[in-house]
């Protein structure tokens, strides 16, 4: 007979456990008749910048535009430089660039993957505007240190949680540490929308009140302009999505994490695991490992019915795109990570004897 295959993800199976009141919200929501900018956003607002712990969330279209919405609401020197890891996602750098500023790439931390305040601190100079840590696979940036550089050197500090929707480090969660922070609700995320979706999240508000601004045509009243804007607004179906899955996101949050334990303690010493630091809860939106022969262990994997990811194959310092924001950049470490990372199989849908099941191909690989 043969083996069942493990999926990386399985949106329709991780989402199964709440059909019935994502329909309900779908009906409350198409009953109303009012599509754009009502009250089913204003509820998730007010309870994801609670979950938060912080003052104010702006619902916008996509993770993307709240990295770049959250940066033009900062209102830094046009043209200044933002500090950020090398071995990022595509999109903080497409957002620097955005907002009218200069991405300054620093090789991130070998074993939290996160932005290394040593290298921060290296690269500090006049240009210097704002750091962006960003969490990623859902382990928060050593926020104390790289709060402490930025308060030192005049700086804002914008989070990019797009992958940690309720990451810890000492009790205080993804997005309540910077001046303002970025999340992105796409359908793999930890909270996922059935769509795009995102939100900056901010203590600030006269920083929200821009944002406001930036998502609705720079318009505060209806046909009047204060700024330049976008259309770049959270849905009202998506905001209602959002609140049933935020009901559920520490459950979700938990299982992934107790995937992740046995991931922890089974996986064979071959393999370079992710660290767990004092005081960090991960979110584990995703569960990276290392291997020199990543991509020899990949094919091992799938000829026994796992499937997996990397995240993310071809550095931002590589891709033509970004050649003329970037210029040409050694980052060893950076190109290192991309040849040998793998992610595993951990989502709300996957079971711990799948887990399991990865585990035992694994440490069967040689
Ligand atoms: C770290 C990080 N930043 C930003 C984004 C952009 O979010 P979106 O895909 O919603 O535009 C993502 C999403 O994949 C991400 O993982």
């Excluded at 712990?53 to 609401?73: K, W």
């Excluded at 660039?97 to 931390?109: S, T």
């Excluded at 309720?166 to 359908?187: D, I, K, N, V």
Aim: glycine content about 8%; aromatic content about 8%.
């Amino acid at each position: 007979m043969a083996v069942p295959l493990i999926e990386y993800e399985n949106l329709a199976k991780a989402n199964a456990p709440f059909q019935a009141e994502l329909e309900a919200a779908f009906r409350s929501v198409s009953q109303r008749g009012w599509f754009v900018l009502g009250q089913a956003v204003e509820t998730f607002e007010e309870q994801f910048a609670h979950y938060c712990q912080a003052a104010h969330c702006v619902g916008v279209g996509s993770g993307l535009d709240a990295l770049r919405i959250a940066l033009e609401a900062s209102q830094l020197r046009s043209g200044g430089e933002v500090i950020v890891a090398g071995n990022v996602f595509v999109a903080c750098l497409l957002a620097i660039g955005q907002a009218g500023l200069r991405p300054r790439l620093v090789e991130p931390d070998p074993l939290t993957y996160n932005l290394d305040p040593d290298r921060v601190a290296e690269a500090i100079g006049p240009n210097t505007v704002a750091l962006m840590p960003v969490h990623l696979y859902g382990k928060m940036c050593d926020m104390p240190r790289l709060l402490a550089l930025a308060e030192k050197h005049g700086l804002w500090v914008v989070e990019d949680a797009a992958q940690a929707h309720g990451a810890s480090l000492h009790g205080r969660r993804a997005g309540s540490w910077g001046h303002c922070a970025a999340f992105s609700f796409y359908p793999t995320k930890n909270l996922g929308a059935l769509g795009d979706g995102g939100a900056v999240v901010t203590n600030s508000p006269t920083l929200a009140q821009r944002a406001k601004l930036l998502r609705n045509y720079g318009s505060g009243q209806k046909y009047h302009n204060q700024v330049l804007g976008y259309n770049s607004r959270l849905d009202e179906l998506q905001a209602a999505f959002l609140t049933v899955k935020l009901a559920h996101l520490e459950p979700i949050n938990q299982h992934k994490r107790q995937l992740a334990a046995i991931y922890q303690t089974d996986l064979g010493p071959q393999f370079v695991k992710p660290a767990a630091g004092e005081g960090y809860r991960d979110a584990f939106h995703i569960y990276p490992v290392r291997h020199p022969a990543r991509d020899r262990l990949r094919e091992h994997l799938r000829a026994h019915g796992v499937r997996t990811e990397i995240h993310y194959p071809v550095p931002p310092h590589r891709q033509p795109a970004l050649q003329n924001l970037l210029g040409d950049l050694h980052l060893p470490l950076t190109d290192q990570l991309a040849a040998t990372e793998l992610s595993l199989p951990i989502s709300y849908g996957h079971t711990p004897a799948e887990v399991a099941r990865v585990v035992e191909a694994m440490n069967g690989f040689s």
